[in-house]
């Protein structure tokens, strides 16, 4: 009797956040329509089709599901027809875009269509999953965010285990009063800029290569 309490309440929290989510995203389309508009006709123009970038992520459940963000990079290649680092890629005006963090609005679709939060673990990249521990797989068992924990404890400036266990401890300890503050704390780092990198790549290596060289180091 008490475990099924607990998994009712536990499922009315859920459906509050997915209510929440609805919402915020439709009103957040909505007024946010005019400058996801000049932000698609700036990259029309000065980086060229598409407009969007989609990428594969893990999703709840570790479910792939296609991310949506603006384009910030050229599809330049090498000699050999291989695409060139992110940095010799990312444009100036992909830089201006990645910097006022207005890259990630598109995302706002994938939360109306149920595959992202608002708030949650961010979705990382599909060859990352065999080098999730047990207990850090537990980021997998809610949606992923277009904000979290670790964005506003940090963000690129963080090493993978802390970014990790950041989502590790939102997931063992959310309530939706931390999903506002969250959401409150984005808004003030993105106003502020604070803890942007338009290159994470140039700060911190990618998870597995980290964890492939931890394990042969």
């Known amino acids: ?19 929440v989510d609805l919402t915020c995203a439709t009103v957040g389309l909505l007024v946010l329509s005019p400058v996801m508009l000049i932000v698609a006709l700036v990259i029309r123009c000065a980086i060229g089709r598409p407009v969007l970038f989609r990428q594969t992520r893990p999703g709840f459940l570790a479910r792939p599901f296609s991310l949506l963000k603006f384009r910030t990079m050229r ?8 695409l060139l680092p992110d940095a010799a890629r990312l444009t100036n005006t992909g830089k201006w875009i990645r910097r006022l963090s207005l890259d990630e609005l598109p995302q706002l679709c994938n ?16 060859q990352y999953l065999p ?15 277009i904000t979290g924990l670790a964005q506003v404890n940090g963000r690129n400036d963080l090493r993978w285990d802390d970014r990790i266990a950041f989502d590790v401890w939102y997931v063992e300890n959310w309530s939706l009063s931390m999903d506002f503050k ?3 704390l984005t808004l003030w780092r993105v106003f502020r800029h604070d803890g942007v990198r338009v290159d994470p790549g140039a700060v911190m290596q990618n998870l597995d290569e980290e964890r492939r060289s931890r394990l042969h180091g």
């Open 111 to 126: 939360v109306l269509q149920g595959d992202m939060s608002l708030v949650g673990p961010r979705p990382l990249l599909m």
């Open 131 to 145: 080098y999730f521990s047990e207990k850090e797989r537990l980021r997998f068992s809610v949606r992923p965010g």
């Open 182 to 184: 969250i959401l409150g």
């Open 1 to 19: 009797m008490i475990r099924t309490s607990i998994s009712l309440q536990c499922g009315r929290r859920l459906m509050v956040k997915r209510a």
């Open 75 to 82: 599809e330049a290649k090498d000699s050999r027809g291989r």
